[in-house]
């Protein structure tokens, strides 16, 4: 039987926003043998990862694992807290927020899309002030929930979730607020708890390290008695059979057993060395990727630098220059995915993914793949990005990588 051989030398760099690449522990991890997921060794791993996962959203309140993607946890969110017809509040930066929108009008809800105008809506993060605004002019409290993306995976934008709990209080406004932290999740700060989040969505495959099919519901209070009254139809979705099995480290459905064992490992990585130094780990590869961008003279899609993403960097290509093609010269010619422009910047720009199993020397050799492609496609370049990263992670001391401790 012929096998595909696609990377037949070498390693592929695997620079998209996500899926990240996978540390080999976790993918040890994962090989383990599936075990009986009503037996007691199950139990104890169930506990163990619902406890984990507590840690990574910093919540004290009940973590739903589903075995999906996703979009299974924006599903999920809506269905548990909302009834058909409620009216929600989307704000949108990017194409991520906009598919989200989709999905809920799928669902039956009444959906106010708010935003920067124009293009200027997918390069900024979420203006707080204008949701204050919109809820305060609300005065029926019509308004069900607040919708936003923390971390905008399409155009590498992080907003200031906090920023916006203070704006729905300031505004004495009882909506729940609803976050997609889907691509933020174990590489950016959040922070369920303290910024006063009611349901955060997580995924597996960014920044907690993971392939795809695991998503997360974090949730409050709050969110929990407003799923007791909820009119949307639901089973598999459903909160209340999983909280009470999750008790006892058990799931109502099957679980993906193999992805738990691979999701406690990711876990470990991640608290062994402290959420604040991955956090720190992330900012500082992003910005050495940014030094990049910037000698090479190019734009940075996201125009706020007080809310760069640290899993991503979005690069904008000159007038007339198709991004897409650049992107298929660097995957042929140098074997390096970058992540493609999405709606409505499909085109225009590309993704460099700075998350995962990754290190200084993994990001110096893609931007030497981008910087060589850029060149065979024509693009002028100001100057080396490559030499500029370099010179940013040797001036900047590196913090601990994701190694176990001897």
């Known amino acids: 039987m012929q096998t595909l051989d696609f990377h037949p030398t070498g390693r592929h760099f695997l620079q998209i926003p996500g899926p990240s690449p996978v540390p080999e522990r976790v993918l040890k991890a994962m090989s383990s043998p599936t075990i009986d997921h009503r037996g007691p060794e199950f139990g104890a791993l169930g506990l163990k990862v619902l406890a984990d996962m507590q840690k990574v959203f910093q919540t004290r309140q009940p973590v739903i694992i589903y075995p999906a993607s996703g979009t299974g946890a924006w599903e999920a969110a809506l269905v548990n807290t909302l009834s058909a017809g409620d009216h929600v509040l989307m704000y949108e930066t990017g194409h991520f927020a906009a598919l989200w929108n989709k999905l809920a009008l799928r669902l039956g809800l009444k959906t106010e899309v708010m935003g920067l105008p124009g293009p200027e809506a997918w390069r900024h993060g979420v203006r707080a002030d204008l949701i ?4 305060k002019a609300d005065a029926q409290h019509s308004i069900k929930a607040v919708c936003v993306v923390h971390n905008e995976t399409s155009t590498g934008a992080t907003s200031n979730i906090a920023a916006v709990r203070r704006a729905i209080d300031a505004a004495g406004h009882p909506a729940l607020l609803l976050v997609d932290t889907i691509s933020g999740l174990g590489a950016a700060d959040y922070r369920h708890d303290e910024w006063g989040v009611d349901v955060s969505m997580g ?18 209070a709050k969110a929990i008695a407003a799923s007791k009254k ?43 060395h402290g959420l604040e130094t991955v956090f720190a780990r992330h900012q500082r590869w992003a910005e050495g990727v940014r030094a990049g961008v910037r000698a090479w003279g190019l734009q940075i899609q996201c125009a706020d630098p007080a809310v760069y993403s640290p899993i991503l960097t979005g690069v904008m290509m000159p007038e007339g220059v198709d991004a897409d093609a650049v992107r298929r010269i660097i995957h042929e010619r140098f074997d390096c995915s970058l992540g493609t422009g999405l709606g409505q910047i499909k085109g225009r720009m590309f993704r460099i993914g700075h998350l995962g ?8 050799a893609a931007l030497s793949a981008c910087e060589m492609g850029l ?28 190694r176990r401790a001897a």
């Open 375 to 402: 060149k065979l496609a024509g693009v002028k370049l100001a100057g080396s990005g490559v030499l500029a990263a370099m010179d940013y992670f040797s001036s900047h001391a590196a913090v601990v990588p994701l």
């Open 132 to 135: 204050e605004q919109r809820l």
């Open 203 to 220: 995924g597996s495959q960014k920044g907690m390290m993971l392939p795809p099919g695991i998503s997360f519901n974090a949730l409050s």
């Open 357 to 364: 199993d990754t290190n200084d020397l993994t990001l110096v």
């Open 230 to 272: 909820a009119g949307i139809a639901r089973s598999f979705w459903a909160w209340d059979e999983i909280i009470e099995m999750n008790k006892t480290g058990y799931w109502p459905t099957t679980p993906n057993t193999n992805l738990l064992y691979a999701l406690s490992e990711a876990c470990d990585m991640l608290l062994e």
